[in-house]
């Protein structure tokens, strides 16, 4: 334990004693969570999983900016929140999982209704952004679950805060054969509990995993560990990096999009636009470049909020939702860090981002249509992909050409 983790146990344990957590200071061990009782799980994850992470020394797994001040600062609005906060339940039968952490296996976080046919559970939605991130050609499915009666602040467009309780998962299938489902829940105001699950091979059942390299159809298929998960998905303030204003708003996106989020009345706190668009520089290509720019970089580590892994850089590819009106993108920050724009990366300095006209001299386009298996650092993204998106390659090298 670091001194700093050491300061943090010490302050979230102090903190939990202060407001009378009895139990061992600051962890509900499994089993007194599982006497909490049905629906009462969320109340041993929440109530005092900052405190117990901390303790492990796993400030990264604790605190979305991975510090440790951050995760003592969850301990004090855990202790605020509401007694049994809602925060998902589990399905009956199931172990309560340790505090802080996710079930272990995937029929106890309540996606399905019955894993064996598949059939989801109730409360739980599809969703599709209308581009999805390329994900080396796995075929994708995701789902939302919403706490009964809990809406979704839109108060801020480009960040949704979501209610305590929310789960997402997104089901991986190499071919039609389920590989992998992740799962982000949402636990304390500040903390989502995540993981991947591999299924097995009669696809009965996914276990949790720390991530790894797996054989499947002979090839090597990346589980991402939770440090990759956090590395794309702390670029947003809550985490979720698909399910947002301008994916579910474009033409393209299904299930519980935009229209549908308004018509189930699941938002507060703002109004979301009668349409979402982006506009054409005047190449014909821009529209889909930038929506891919914004779904493949942006939303995760290229954009403003200074969690966000490439934030130093100075390389902004998300779109906002103000400029998101169908508006010429002649002052989007997708063109303005990028087009004659030098990189600021030490090892790449003096290559522009993009050269009009030329693919071949615009580093934003080599990075992307590289895949560097040894040398992962000198290629876009530079963890989790090992194939290069031919079509997306194809749609920015285009775009650059006719500009
Ligand atoms: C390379 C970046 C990256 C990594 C690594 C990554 N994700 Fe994501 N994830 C995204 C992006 C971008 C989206 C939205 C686009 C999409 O779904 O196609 C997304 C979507 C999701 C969703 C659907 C809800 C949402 O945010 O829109 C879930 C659930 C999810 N990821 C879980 C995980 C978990 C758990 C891990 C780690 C085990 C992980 N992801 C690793 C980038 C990443």
Redesign the pocket.
């Known amino acids: 334990m670091t001194t700093r983790d050491a300061a943090v146990w010490v302050a979230v344990v102090g903190l939990a004693l202060a407001l009378g957590c009895g139990n061992d200071g600051g962890g509900m061990d499994a089993s007194s969570a599982a006497t909490a009782g049905k629906g009462g799980a969320g109340h041993g994850g929440a109530g005092t999983g900052a405190g117990t992470g901390a303790g492990e020394g796993d400030a990264a797994v604790v605190g979305d900016s991975g510090a440790g001040d951050a995760a003592a600062s969850n301990g004090g609005s855990d202790a605020a929140l509401p007694g049994d906060a809602d925060a998902g339940g589990l399905p009956s039968g199931c172990p309560a999982p340790a505090p802080n952490q996710p079930p272990e296996s995937l029929s106890c976080t309540g996606l399905y209704g019955d894993i064996t046919t598949k059939k989801l559970a109730s409360g739980v939605q599809a969703f599709m ?1 209308a581009v ?2 390329w994900s080396d050609g796995a075929g ?1 499915l ?1 789902f939302i679950y919403l706490p009964p009666g809990q809406k979704i602040d839109i108060s801020d467009p480009d960040a949704w805060r979501f209610p305590i309780g929310t789960k ?3 089901e991986f299938k190499s071919g039609t054969k389920r590989v992998e489902t ?3 829940w949402k636990l304390t105001p500040t903390f989502w509990a ?3 699950y591999q299924w097995n091979d009669g696809e009965t059942e996914a276990t949790r995993t720390g ?1 790894g390299d797996i054989q499947v159809a002979g090839k090597t298929y990346h589980i ?1 560990s ?1 440090t ?2 956090d ?3 702390k670029g947003r303030p809550d ?5 947002e204003e301008i994916l579910l708003g474009l033409p393209g996106s299904t299930g519980l999009n935009l229209a549908a989020l308004k018509s189930q009345g699941l938002l507060t706190g703002g109004t979301v636009p009668s349409k979402i668009a982006i506009g054409d520089d005047g190449t014909g290509f821009g529209s889909d470049a930038l929506a891919f720019l914004h ?1 493949n970089c942006g ?2 580590c290229h954009n403003g909020n200074s969690a966000s892994e490439a934030y130093s850089t100075g390389l902004r590819l998300a779109v906002k939702v103000a400029d998101a009106d169908g508006r010429a993108p002649t002052n989007f920050d997708s063109l303005k860090t990028t087009v004659n724009v030098k990189t600021t990366t030490g090892r790449w300095l003096g290559k522009i981002r993009i050269t009009p006209g030329s693919p071949s001299e615009s580093w934003l386009y080599s990075l992307m249509s590289t895949r560097n298996p040894t040398n992962m650092k000198d290629q876009m ?1 530079p ?2 992909s090992r194939v290069v998106p031919t079509a997306g390659a194809k749609l920015l090298s285009d775009w650059i050409t006719a500009m």
């Open positions: 952004p999805p991130l994708k995701r997402f998962w997104k992740r799962m982000f995540r993981t991947a991530g991402p939770t990759e998960c590395q794309c998905h985490h979720a990096l698909g399910f779904v939303v995760s993204p963890i989790a």
